[in-house]
């Protein structure tokens, strides 16, 4: 029988690990490998055994649910983004700049602003990446004038479901040498659960190109930050 993820997806075989029946301790490496890879996790990096587990620790403290076995590519499992299209017509309105804050203020995250969410995103980071996050606020690493919203998106991923989507751009965390002329491309999606409340999606429906962008990074934690303020 396939394995699915939370969303009800099939996913790629052995994405799917009850840790509570065989630890991450006694779990095969090859086992290990396949489930980061399944949640979009670059294996090649790591150099030995003990790496791997903290990975793995690390990754499954955010409970990132596996991809879609069909949004990944053969094998490797390399990730792809999430493809929207408009809920209507043939063609995507971008709100921008003033008219993209003005979006963002409307009814349609009535209920994101609320302390849970906030709580939901920075629960489970360490304090280092939310000093970045506060870091990134405080020196304007997103040029507001970039911000990008529209509504009334869709994806094969949430049949029938609307999606709002907020984009901009990022400085990196680390500047140095090499890194001015650097922006990540960071985008939030969100939609209405069952409740009526608005929520945060996670990847590949919200994804940064940082990295680590396919989970909370700081970059995804600063806008999130805006929109509350905003």
């Keep these: 029988e396939p394995q699915c993820n939370e969303q ?61 076995r069909f949004v990944m ?11 929207f299209k408009p809920s209507s017509g043939e063609n995507i309105e971008w709100k921008v700049h003033d008219d993209g804050i003005d979006l963002i203020r409307s009814a349609n995250l009535d209920g994101f602003e609320t302390r849970p969410t906030i709580n939901a995103f920075f629960e489970s980071q360490y304090n280092s990446k939310r000093k970045r996050v506060l870091s990134h606020l405080k020196s304007g690493s997103i040029p507001v004038e ?6 009334a998106l869709q994806s094969d991923l949430m049949p029938d479901t609307d999606i709002f989507v907020i984009q901009c751009l990022c400085a990196p965390s680390q500047k140095g040498i090499g890194t001015q002329p650097k922006l990540y491309s960071v985008r939030l999606a969100f939609t209405v659960d069952e409740s009526g409340n608005v929520v945060l999606l996670p990847a590949p429906f919200s ?24």
């Design 8 to 68: 009800g997806h099939e996913v790629f075989p052995g994405a799917i690990i009850n840790f509570k029946h065989v630890s991450i301790k006694h779990q095969p490496t090859r086992c290990l490998e396949v489930w980061l890879s399944s949640r979009g996790m670059a294996t090649e990096d790591i150099e030995n055994r003990h790496q791997l587990q903290e990975r793995v620790q690390h990754v499954h403290s955010h409970r990132i649910d596996a991809l879609p």
């Design 73 to 83: 590519r053969g094998g490797g499992a390399y990730v792809t983004n999430c493809i």
């Design 146 to 151: 970039e911000i990008r919203v529209t509504t």
């Design 207 to 230: 994804i940064c190109d940082c990295p680590v962008g396919i989970g909370p990074c700081a970059h995804k934690g600063t806008v999130v930050l805006i929109v509350f303020l905003v």
